[in-house]
């Protein structure tokens, strides 16, 4: 089966400008995660989705990101305007019900100058 | 709160066994995962413990104690590429269901 798909793997901006980050999850997993992983520390949950519903936000700063999953599949995370110290790796999971495993994408590094 | 505390750093010799300690601290604990992430990879699931024992997966075995609010990562007969950082992750429960926080990372280089 397919993988966690995210785009794109690398970006670079400026501070103040905007990004976005677009996440394909495994099909047919209800439950999709966006991690903030900052070198050399573990990934810290953001953002969590059951099917098109937020679950957990409490770890979103709100006034600068955003993120959505309309139709309950594929998901954008969006960060306007960005400062320096959102320069990180910006990960998506996604996890069956039943299971106990989180996939992983590949991850987007993002560096914000 | 939620808390995780595990090693920094551990080195270790290739064919050695290394364990990689873990403590927790949370409100709604259902369990514990052991993830792996190579450099510029993403974290791997490696193993999963809600009760308490070992559970062993080849060469990794994973354990824990609920009453200790502890586990441990054991990885036998070390390789070269073992070399990673190695994640505690608490289960928890939340609004909708579970989420997954993780500790800050054990990083493992292995040695010839």
């Known amino acids: 089966e397919a993988g966690v798909a995210q785009s794109p793997r690398y970006k670079i901006i400026e501070k103040r400008q905007s990004v976005a980050f677009w996440c394909n999850p495994i099909s047919g997993h209800a439950t999709l995660y966006w991690y903030q992983q900052i070198l050399g520390q573990g990934p810290k949950l953001l953002i969590q989705?059951?099917?098109?519903?937020?679950?957990?936000d409490s770890q979103l700063p709100k006034d600068r990101f955003s993120a959505e999953r309309l139709k309950g599949v594929d998901s954008t995370l969006k960060i306007q305007p960005a400062k320096l110290e959102d320069s990180a790796v910006y990960l998506c999971a996604s996890f069956e019900q039943g299971n106990y495993e989180q996939y992983f994408g590949p991850g987007t590094r993002l560096t914000v100058t | 709160g939620q808390s995780l505390e595990q090693p920094s750093e551990v080195t270790a010799v290739e064919g050695a066994i290394v364990q990689i300690n873990c403590t927790y601290q949370t409100s709604g604990f259902y369990g514990l995962s052991w993830y792996q992430q190579h450099d510029g990879g993403a974290p791997t699931f490696l193993s999963y413990n809600a009760l308490d024992g070992l559970e062993e997966t080849g060469r990794f075995s994973s354990f824990l104690s609920r009453s200790d609010s502890y586990g441990y990562l054991l990885l036998q007969e070390l390789q070269m590429k073992d070399s990673a950082s190695y994640f505690c992750a608490v289960r928890d429960r939340n609004t909708g269901g579970f989420k997954t926080i993780f500790g800050a990372g054990t990083r493992l280089f292995v040695k010839a």
């Open positions: 989705f059951q099917n098109n519903g937020v679950v957990d």
